[in-house]
């Protein structure tokens, strides 16, 4: 008998086929659908629902009662937060059937996804962009970026740890805890 490289707890489901990385933990009452590819070092929470095709890279962490649906991929150390949620059709209509018609969304890596938040399909996240709890994401989110509120606007700039810089007069901030500098020029971000 083969011994699996992942974990899958009794009360999940794993259709076949698909793509599972080394260390994997799917945990109770969680769907991976058919035709997904999940990376090495991922954690699925309880009750996520991982649509077909989906990818997640490495090290993508999914919290409980996360839904993921066809069309989006999420790369490397992505972070999902609780109940978040990610559409893929713009216009939904229960009589009209647009299986064909699924939006791309993609989520750069690092970026995080707070808990309750919702992200229109067809608006991809930046790399290490913060999108607050409860947002409600209907545009193209820059890389480092913050975005809180329903409709999400942005309301300043991360760290790749998770703090939010403050720029001096040349533009440049010091992340806290890591000490990465970096560059606030023509309205974007980039680690120096």
């Given amino acids: 008998m083969e011994e699996k490289e992942y974990y899958i707890h009794p009360s999940a489901y794993v259709d076949e086929p698909c793509k599972i990385g080394k260390g994997v933990k799917i945990w109770h009452f969680s769907h991976v659908m058919q035709n997904c590819v999940i990376g090495d070092g991922c954690n699925i929470g309880q009750n996520v629902v991982i649509s077909p095709d989906v990818i997640l890279g490495k090290n ?5 009662n996360v839904s993921i649906y066809t069309g989006v991929t999420c790369e490397d150390d992505v972070f999902l ?5 990610f559409t893929n059709v713009i216009n939904p209509r229960s009589g009209v059937n647009r299986r064909g018609q699924y939006s791309k969304t993609k989520v750069g890596k690092g970026a995080s996804i707070g808990a309750n938040a919702t992200i229109v ?6 790399e290490y962009a913060f999108i607050g709890a409860g947002a409600v994401v209907t545009k193209n ?3 480092y970026s913050l975005w809180v509120g ?3 606007k942005q309301m300043g700039w991360m760290s790749e740890f998770g703090h939010q810089l403050k720029f001096d007069a040349e533009g440049i901030a010091i992340c806290p805890e890591s000490k990465d500098n970096y560059q606030l020029k023509n309205g974007a971000v980039n680690k120096l």
Avoid: F, L, W
């Fill in 121 to 126: 399909c067809g608006h991809d996240i930046g």
């Fill in 60 to 64: 993508v962490k999914v919290q409980n």
């Fill in 81 to 85: 937060g609780p109940s978040m949620v």
């Fill in 141 to 143: 989110v820059p890389a």
């Fill in 150 to 152: 329903n409709p999400a």
